[in-house]
């Protein structure tokens, strides 16, 4: 039978390779954005992968689910796009994931559920969704788009070539429609005041 100190021990070393696990691979994005191949260059790190494990985790708290797996799959989302661009990154960074936390020794049961939440994390698989997991990083990449108005009109101006109407329009459109994404009560609560503010800005 286990004594009292032998199971704390044992949670606590859990805990720690937990730890350990959601720092490599927080680290193995923020790399791969460092890198000269990086599509979107170090930005995407800065101002979307940390905005989007910030709600995930606050989601988390809130409205449960696996925290570890969500904070992983919530670090790993975008690595698709990082590494090949924004076609079909819901499937290669679901494969990229799959290999890296592999050579992690991850469990194999959690990576498929990892997968799961890159996959359909698109606004175009929100009907795919099963899990609370799947819903909150989902969740969290929408809500991300409320803090990053300067990445926003970059892409507008760099990768559209829009002109500064054009652009002011398109971001308008874009949060209108990720405002309309969001379907936890817990969301809506916490990015409304951004959302309204922005609306202000752009009307």
């Known amino acids: ?22 720092e490599g691979i927080r680290e193995f994005v923020e790399n791969e954005c460092k890198k000269p191949s990086s599509k979107y260059g170090y930005g995407p790190y800065k101002f979307h992968f940390i905005s989007t494990v910030s ?4 989601l988390a708290d809130e409205l449960g689910g696996d925290k570890e797996l969500i904070l992983i799959a919530s670090w790993l ?10 076609e079909n990154h819901h499937i290669t960074g679901a494969k990229i994931a799959e290999k890296k936390l592999r050579e992690l020794k ?5 990576i498929e559920l990892v997968k799961k939440c890159i996959f359909n994390h698109r606004g175009s698989r929100q009907n795919e969704r099963n899990s609370i997991e799947e819903q909150i990083v989902a969740e969290a990449d929408v809500m991300s788009n409320f803090d990053n108005l300067p990445g926003i009109f970059k892409a507008a101006f760099v990768y559209e070539y829009k002109t500064q109407s054009e652009a002011k329009n398109s971001a308008k459109q874009k949060l209108e429609r990720k405002w309309k994404q969001l379907h936890f009560d817990n969301s809506k609560k916490i990015i409304k005041p951004k959302y309204e503010a922005a609306m202000l800005l752009l009307t």
């Open 77 to 86: 989302h975008d690595i698709g796009s990082i590494i090949y661009g924004r």
């Open 1 to 22: 039978m286990m004594k009292i100190n032998d199971y704390v021990c044992e949670v606590i070393t859990k805990n720690k390779m937990n730890e350990n696990i959601i």
């Open 106 to 110: 991850y469990p194999v049961e959690k």
């Open 55 to 58: 709600y995930a985790e606050k």
